[in-house]
């Protein structure tokens, strides 16, 4: 993918960041937006922006004129019962994970169409909106609105600029540190799932590099799980 532009939103840590150290590897100019002040990967071809999209409505000034793809990875974790969920948890969670989607797809829209043999826009769900968990209402109403901004948006920039969405499990990231704190937490999710250990990070990045690839230019609207087949399978061993 040499000689293509692409932003990477939230891509300092976890996901984003092994996504980023990919198409590095690829030779792609990488623009890498996150809050903190400070990014160690190092590169000619990636720069660093940090920024807060929720606040800051023209902070993507400094993309360049043609975009490739775009990579929206910001996500929250936020497990209560329903009981304990404020209306403020719930607009927290719209705000980071949909409407930050928007503000940066908006952004970027015609930038996108400019891509000569069209662009590839990857979000980000989760298992839970499929699956069904307690404790996730929150999240999983905030990953459900992206779901379906995704197909609407896949059907209405069809055929310029192709969107997708992968719906991880369980994944061993920072975001998700205080759910694997300790080997009897994490042996309890790993045996949650029928391949029976945690996601990584890297394997997650793998199919978000692949769907921006022109290897993937015939799939479009798809919501995608990376989660050991636990929303798939019943699984009761």
């Known amino acids: 993918m040499k000689e293509r532009n692409l932003l990477v939103v939230g891509g300092r840590s976890g996901i984003g960041r092994e996504i980023v150290k990919r198409l590095d590897r690829q030779g792609c100019a990488l623009d890498v937006v996150a809050r903190a002040e400070t990014f160690d ?12 999209l929720s606040r800051d409505n ?24 329903l009981a304990r969920l404020s209306e403020a948890d719930f607009m927290d969670d719209w705000q980071t994970n949909v409407m930050g989607a928007v503000r940066v797809l908006k952004a970027c829209q015609n930038r ?20 069904g968990m307690p404790f996730h209402a929150s999240i999983a109403a905030a990953k459900g609105a992206v779901e379906g901004l ?31 704190d300790g080997e009897a937490k994490r042996e309890a999710a790993a045996q949650r799932h029928p391949l029976k250990r945690i996601g990584t990070p890297g394997e997650v990045a793998d199919l978000a590099v692949f769907l921006l690839g022109d290897a993937a230019g015939w ?8 989660d050991g087949g636990v929303s798939a399978l019943r699984f009761t061993r």
């Open 58 to 81: 023209n902070a993507l000034d400094f993309l360049p004129d043609r975009l490739h793809g775009v990579v929206y990875c910001p996500g929250t974790i936020r497990l209560k019962p």
């Open 112 to 131: 996108l169409k400019k891509a000569r043999r069209g662009a590839s826009v990857v979000l980000f769900s989760t298992v839970a909106v499929a699956a």
């Open 150 to 180: 995704a197909r609407s948006l896949a059907a209405e920039w069809a055929p310029r600029i192709r969107v997708n969405v992968i719906a991880p499990s369980l994944t061993d990231t920072e975001l998700a540190a205080d759910l694997l």
């Open 219 to 226: 799939i479009t609207g798809q919501v995608i799980g990376v």
């Open 41 to 52: 990967l190092s590169s000619e071809r990636i720069r660093y922006h940090a920024c807060d």
